[in-house]
Each structure stands twice: as structure tokens, then as C-alpha cells.
T-cell receptor, first 112, second 115 residues
Framework: SQKIEQNSEALNIQEGKTATLTCNYT??????LQWYRQDPGRGPVFLLL???NEKEKRKERLKVTFDTTLKQSLFHITASQPADSATYLC???????????WGLGTSLAVNP | EPEVTQTPSHQVTQMGQEVILRCVPI?????FYWYRQILGQKVEFLVS????????KSEIFDDQFSVERPDGSNFTLKIRSTKLEDSAMYFC?????????????FGQGTRLTVV
């Protein structure tokens, strides 16, 4: 069955550094991949969508890559700030494209 | 900025009772979803709804669950006879088109506690 894995360990970095989060998937060839941010007790908030024919996508301090050969997406936050502290979720469309399946998320803490 | 709103934010109910979770999706969106997240676990898909009918549902969405769009704005999830294991955050989401092509907008969730 389709499976999504994200770094299970929490990531602690210093303010100003680049955070890199990983999303790996198996038994699956999605045409798109999405990244969301989730704060405690809140709903996911969409950040970026990348298509299989796009190697890289950027939005302000965020960058996402999508390697369909490695079945992996990397999510980067440059010049990180304490306000970036949250859980970051990777999600892929599945089934008849009417749903998203989710990774467990990686918790990021940016220390001042 | 348009947003998805959910009520109530918290609901505590006795096992075996019926609950209705309410959502107002973004007005020009065509696809509606319910997801849930048990504490510390992944977000799980429950059901998607398009053109006034269920387009897909998960194994979790059994006969105890139902959805309705009773008017042009509300989208509800009903659990007929709640079980302890139904305790979770329930998120409503909507999208303009299917989430294979665009993002989903999520509400803030309803925390359901079954006692």
C-alpha cells in the first residue's frame, strides 16, 4: 500500500540557519506533492504544491524539490525564524484524486 | 481572506450518543472533505463530497458516519453512536477543484472527546 515517511525525529536548529525536512514515499507515483504547516491544536495550512515535472519550487524563504526517481521531496526553510517553529506535513493525492494521504510530520523548533 | 469555519471547537459526548460536527466551507469551492487526526497520529482521510454526493470514503467512514450539505453553505459530519476511539480532532476542508491539482483549505478543527 502507499506509504509516506517523514523524519520522525524533531529538528532543532538555530535562528538564521536553513532547515531541511524530508518526505519519502513508496508504492506510489503521485503527479503532485503538497507541503503543509500545522501548529498545535490547529488545522493544516497549505504552503506549497509541486508537480512531478517540476524539479524545484520556491515561495519566499521556502523551497521544495521533488525527485520522482528517488521518490523523495525535500522542504527547505532558509533564514529560519522562531515563528517557523511548527510541524510540517507532506501530503500526496491518492485514490481517485479526491483525497490526500499524509505523513506523520516533522516537528521543527527554531531557537533564538 | 476567506476561510473554512468549524463549530463547535470542542465537543465532549457520552459513548453511544450522536454528534454533529458543522462546517462552513469557502463559498466558491466545489469539493469538501472531512479528515481526522488522533492525538500524535497522522491526519487521516474520512470522506470527500462533490456535486452533492460522496465521491470517496475511507474504511473508517462506516455506517456510523454520514455527511450532509443541507443548504448552500453548511457541510456536516454526523457520528450516530460514538465510540471511545472516535475521540480525535476532526478537520473539515474544501478546495476549488480536486486536491490533485490545488491546495485544500482546512478549518481549525473540532476536538471531539468521547467519555
Amino acid at each position: 500500500s502507499q506509504k509516506i515517511e517523514q523524519n520522525s525525529e524533531a529538528l532543532n536548529i538555530q535562528e538564521g540557519k536553513t532547515a531541511t525536512l524530508t518526505c519519502n514515499y513508496t508504492n506510489y507515483s503521485p503527479a503532485y506533492l503538497q507541503w503543509y504547516r500545522q501548529d498545535p491544536g490547529r488545522g493544516p495550512v497549505f504552503l506549497l504544491l509541486i508537480r512531478e515535472n517540476e524539479k524545484e519550487k520556491r515561495k519566499e524563504r521556502l523551497k521544495v524539490t521533488f525527485d520522482t526517481t528517488l521518490k523523495q521531496s525535500l522542504f527547505h526553510i532558509t533564514a529560519s525564524q522562531p515563528a517557523d517553529s511548527a510541524t510540517y506535513l507532506c501530503a500526496l493525492p491518492a485514490g481517485n484524486n479526491r483525497k490526500l494521504i499524509w505523513g506523520l510530520g516533522t516537528s521543527l523548533a527554531v531557537n533564538p | 481572506e476567506p476561510e473554512v469555519t468549524q463549530t463547535p471547537s470542542h465537543q465532549v459526548t457520552q459513548m453511544g450518543q450522536e454528534v454533529i460536527l458543522r462546517c462552513v466551507p469557502i463559498s466558491n469551492h466545489l469539493y469538501f472533505y472531512w479528515y481526522r487526526q488522533i492525538l500524535g497520529q497522522k491526519v487521516e482521510f474520512l470522506v470527500s463530497f462533490y456535486n452533492n454526493e460522496i465521491s470517496e470514503k475511507s474504511e473508517i467512514f462506516d455506517d456510523q458516519f454520514s455527511v450532509e450539505r443541507p443548504d448552500g453553505s453548511n457541510f456536516t459530519l454526523k457520528i450516530r453512536s460514538t465510540k471511545l476511539e472516535d475521540s480525535a480532532m476532526y478537520f473539515c476542508a474544501s478546495s476549488k477543484v480536486g486536491t490533485d491539482r490545488t491546495e485544500a483549505f482546512f478549518g481549525q478543527g473540532t476536538r471531539l472527546t468521547v467519555v
